[in-house]
Every structure is written in C-alpha cells, then in structure tokens.
C-alpha cells in the first residue's frame, strides 16, 4: 500500500470580487512507504495547500488524497500521520510537556507509554530544561521544535510536514535533518516542504519540484544530480610523476582518458563536477 496517493488534486481559491486562484492544478503524486520525499518550490507555488488538502484540513476543487489508503480527513487516516504545520501556534499558557501529553491524549496512547515518548521527544528535540515553561515564553526556534514534538510523540507511520526546518539555526536545522533521517532508518515515511534546496539533497530519496500550482519534475536525487554534471575534473599524473588537475568536458572524458594512457600519463581521480541541486531548481522554475 503507497503511504501518500494524491489523484488529480485541484484547489481553486475564490476571494473578494470573485477573483480566482489556482493554487493547485491537477496533482497526481505517490508516495511509497519508508520514502523520504522533498516537495520543493518558490513562495507561493502550492505546497502548503497540498499538505492541507491532503490532510484534510481543505477541500479539493477536484480529485482525492489519501494516507495509508485512507482518504483526507477520515479520523483514522490521522493515527497513522504526524503533522506539521506552516507557522504552528499553540496554547501559549501551555508548558510544552502539557502540550505533547495532551496530543498525545488524543491518540489514546496508554499513559506510561506515553510518559516515555514524551520525555523521549523533548529530549530529542531539545525542549526537556524548557518543558515545564509556559509556551509564551518560547522563541520562535522553540515552538517550531515544538511542533515536530508534537508530530512525533504517537510514533506514526506516516509524517507530513510543512517546512520544518522554517526558523531554525543551522544547530535546528541539522537536527531536524537527522530526526527525518532517523525516521527514514524506521522505514517511516517523510513528506516535507520546502523552499531550501539543501533540505532536500541531504535527506531525500525523490524530489518534487511545484510551481505555480504544477509539479514540474519528479525524480530521485541523485539523478536530479547526474542531470546537473556538467564535466569531470580529473587529477592526471605524468611520466615524470607531476600532478597536473584538468577540467573535461561530459561528453570528452572516454576520449581524454584514451589520450592520457596514449601519453603515458595515469589518473589518479576523477571527480564529477555539477550543477548543485539550488542550480537546477532555479532552472526549472525559470523555465515555466
Ligand atoms: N485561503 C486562501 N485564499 C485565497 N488564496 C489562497 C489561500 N491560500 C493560499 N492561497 C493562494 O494559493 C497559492 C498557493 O499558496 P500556498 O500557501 O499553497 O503556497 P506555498 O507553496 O505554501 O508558499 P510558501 O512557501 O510561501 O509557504 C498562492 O497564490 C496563495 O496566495
Ligand atoms: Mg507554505
């Protein structure tokens, strides 16, 4: 059973006057179990109101998402997801351990076992010294982790998560990174958004690039990468044992290495040398 399948998925916005946005045009997108999937795209491209259709927090103009089989929205569907979402905002006068025991409430975990995936989440998320605090006392930093916490604490199978790395340092984001990759050691499935190509080259196994409402590429990250290789940098040593570092061209390599034995010269490394995953994004944007 795929984690994710989104079918068709339209959203048309109606505001004031009438006017109309198409804020998504058709999505069909599968999400396999124990896959890492990074939806990449510019401010405004769609990704925040796919993730709530999906979770059935909107309503489709047109076509189905469902999670483990289940459709948007069915109370059960929601056991098997945690959820992030754009800009989290909890009851402040909440401590942040009243907060992760109360969702967890909601999961009717069994108590101790939720008094160990609590301490086990704050801990891991870095929130344990501050958990006994009022929430309205939190940075920014802090409520976002705790938002993760809370997506955390019922062990789902499945995680959607709208850019979770959104107001972090680079010590958050890092460990953000390494929670999903944990996720992804439990063969959980991750579905996260983002505008920040690093996010993605670091954790995923496929990326979706979306804008303006379309998915414009779907493919694995390290083919995303082999697309971008633009030539090698090849480390030659010669006869008379200097080193010498040449660029080559993709398309000239079989012919160079074939010169270079000819010319009793040896390699000793040929690294590729690409576009990164920032370089190829802005393309395919700038190409619509
Ligand atoms: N409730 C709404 N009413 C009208 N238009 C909306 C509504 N929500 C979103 N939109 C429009 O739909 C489009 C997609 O918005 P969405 O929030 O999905 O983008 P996003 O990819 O999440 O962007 P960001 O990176 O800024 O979070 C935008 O043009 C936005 O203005
Ligand atoms: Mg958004």
């Not at 999937?37 to 405004?44: A, D, Q, V, W």
Request: proline share 3%; hydrophobic share 40%; net charge neutral.
């Amino acid at each position: 059973m795929n984690a994710i399948e989104i079918t068709g998925l339209c959203k048309r916005f109606t505001g004031k006057r009438m006017t109309k946005v198409d804020a998504l045009k058709g999505l069909d997108l599968t999400i396999e179990a124990g896959e890492v999937f990074g939806f990449l795209g510019p401010n405004g491209a769609g990704k925040s109101t796919t993730i709530k259709l999906v979770m059935g927090l909107l309503r489709p103009t047109s076509g189905t998402a469902q999670i483990m089989g289940m459709d948007a929205g069915q109370a059960e569907s929601r056991r098997h997801v945690g959820y992030l979402p754009e800009n989290p905002a909890f009851y402040d006068y909440l401590s942040a351990e009243e907060y992760i025991v109360f969702v967890g409430s909601q999961f009717k975990m069994e108590k101790s076992l939720l008094a160990q995936r609590s301490e086990e989440v704050l801990q891991r998320l870095d929130l344990w010294e501050a958990r006994k605090r009022p929430m309205r006392g939190y940075s920014k930093g802090m409520v976002q982790r705790v938002g993760l916490a809370q997506a955390l604490v019922h062990d789902p199978e499945v995680y959607i998560l709208d850019e979770p790395m959104s107001g972090l340092d680079p010590i958050g984001r890092a460990l953000v990174k390494d929670i999903i990759l944990d996720l992804k050691k439990r063969g959980k499935c991750v579905f996260f958004s983002t505008h920040i190509t690093d996010d993605v080259e670091k954790v995923c196994d496929r990326v979706g690039v979306i804008n303006k409402g379309e998915l414009l590429v779907v493919d694995r990250v390290e083919n995303i990468l082999q697309r971008g290789v633009e030539g090698y940098t090849v480390l030659v040593i010669n006869p008379d044992k200097t080193k010498e570092e040449q660029f080559v061209k993709k398309t000239d390599l079989q012919e160079f290495i074939q010169q270079s034995v000819m010319n009793q010269q040896s390699i000793e490394k040929i690294e590729p040398r690409r576009k990164d995953m920032e370089a190829f994004f802005l393309e395919i944007v700038a190409q619509q």
